[in-house]
């Protein structure tokens, strides 16, 4: 029930019907949805409607449902004279909220103006808010955009180039782009059918002085009220007098705030008068506005210098780290490195060590087998060889063998000393000088010569 009621409020502050059970009625025949009923209804009183405020001044009916029906509402002032900046605070459902407020010139907060009274529409209302389960869009941007090109192309076939400068784009954008000018946004309803409007146009909203302080200092946005989306602005503005003119701004949480409302025909003076009033009394807060978004942008910009010189910082400080990192790793990998070598080189001492120690032992128990091969040194006697052996360091060494005993011996009997440092060697005789090599092994003493003595000397072999 809450959905329907809320339903059936929006349904009624869109078209102005008064009559619930007709309301009703409209909802049930498109299945309660919303949008269709708003653009069936649009569509049906576009065609057969002929001038939403035929009545002019008089307060005829106008397309939302008359101006009666507006004025018992308490919405919109009557009479010729608009309220100035007096203004209601319409929500959806419309509340009205009446009083008198001092204007406050004062910065309070862009979008958020008083003066008399604030009057502020939900962006809900004329289509403009998407956050709402009920709220889409009467017309879609690309729509919005279409209709604002004809009616500026249709204004200035009718009246000329000057005229304000209406931007060709839908309310929502107009209102976007008075907000980030610091402007006030001129918003003219355009009813083709009055008969009021032709004289407005040529004498008043296209004089050149008008003109050019609208184009100065205001966004203008026109529309027809044939034209969807300027149909819903009327209704939304509850515009009961045709010429209608309004100037608003934007507010915040998705509303807009509505200055100054301006019905029935004025003369360019009465125009540039009310709009110079509008603009001085608005002053304050659209220079508050922007000093207080140059400040924003300021602190943005500081933030972003901030945020780049700590980013800047940090990537230093990472490099740093990384620089150390990569220190680190390569000092471990040089530790690691020189560990490695360092017991590479153990291994290989205690390889060489062991090795020798194998040789050594290997040679010592060769002396030990030759020193046994040879026996005992026989006692003099005819038939023993005396023999003498000198090493390459001057030590001699002396054993007696049996004259049968070959030269294999005496090279055994040198190995078994172990004098000598080296393998190769030769046993040489000095006179006459006779190498005993390998080819004379297997002689006997006494076959060689050197029967009964003989004196030998050692000869490494290179």
């Not at 403009?128 to 004809?150: D, I, Q």
């Not at 690691?336 to 360092?342: D, G, I, T």
Request: charged letters at 25%; one cysteine or more.
């Amino acid at each position: 029930m809450v959905d329907v009621a809320d339903k059936l409020s929006y349904f009624q502050a869109i078209t102005g019907l008064e009559d619930p059970d007709l309301c009703t009625e409209i909802l049930a025949a498109h299945g309660w949805d919303l949008e269709r009923a708003i653009s069936s209804f649009t569509a049906s009183n576009s065609e057969q409607t002929s001038s939403p405020d035929a009545g002019g001044t008089s307060g005829a009916p106008d397309a939302s449902g008359g101006a009666s029906n507006l004025d018992s509402q308490g919405l919109v002032a009557g009479g010729a004279a608009p309220p100035g900046l007096a203004w209601k605070l319409i929500t959806l459902p419309f509340s009205i909220i009446s009083g008198s407020l001092g204007l406050i010139s004062g910065a309070i907060g862009l979008g958020m103006w008083a003066a008399g009274g604030v009057l502020s529409y939900s962006l809900g209302v004329i289509g403009l808010n998407r956050g709402g389960e009920s709220s889409s869009p009467l017309v879609s941007l690309s729509a919005a955009a279409s209709e604002a090109t004809r009616f500026v192309d249709d204004f200035e076939r009718g009246y000329g180039s000057t005229r304000p400068n209406f931007v060709a784009e839908g309310f929502m954008d107009a209102l976007q782009r008075s907000r980030h000018a610091f402007k006030l946004l001129f918003v003219y309803l355009h009813s083709p059918d009055h008969p009021d409007t032709p004289s407005f146009c040529e004498r008043t909203l296209c004089s050149e002085a008008l003109t050019a302080f609208i184009n100065e200092n205001f966004v203008p946005w026109g529309g027809s009220i044939r034209a969807s989306e300027g149909f819903k602005m009327s209704n939304s503005l509850k515009a009961s007098r045709f010429p209608f003119c309004a100037v608003v701004m934007a507010a915040t949480n998705q509303r807009i705030a509505l200055l100054q409302q301006i019905e029935g025909p004025k003369s360019p003076e009465e125009m540039l008068t009310i709009l110079q009033r509008v603009a001085e009394e608005s002053a304050p807060v659209l220079v508050a506005a922007r000093l207080d978004a140059e400040e924003r942008r300021t602190n943005v910009r500081l933030r972003e210098e901030q945020d780049a010189a700590y980013r800047a910082a940090l990537e230093a400080d990472q490099a740093r780290e990384r620089q150390r990192k990569e220190e680190q790793e390569r000092l471990a990998r040089e530790a690691a490195e020189a560990e490695r070598k360092r017991k590479e080189e153990e291994e290989a001492r205690e390889r060489a060590a062991r090795e020798a120690a194998e040789r050594e032992a290997a040679l010592a128990r060769a002396r030990k087998e030759k020193a046994q091969s040879l026996g005992e040194e026989p006692e003099k006697g005819p038939d023993v060889t005396q023999v003498l052996v000198r090493f390459p360091n001057g030590e001699r060494k002396g054993r007696r063998f049996h004259n049968a005993a070959t030269i294999q011996s005496l090279y055994d009997y040198v190995d078994s000393l172990g004098c000598l440092e080296v393998e190769s060697y030769s046993l040489v005789s000095n006179f006459p000088r006779v190498v005993y090599g390998p080819e004379k092994l297997a002689l006997s003493l006494k076959e060689a010569g050197l029967h009964p003595q003989a004196s030998l000397f050692v000869e490494t072999n290179t």
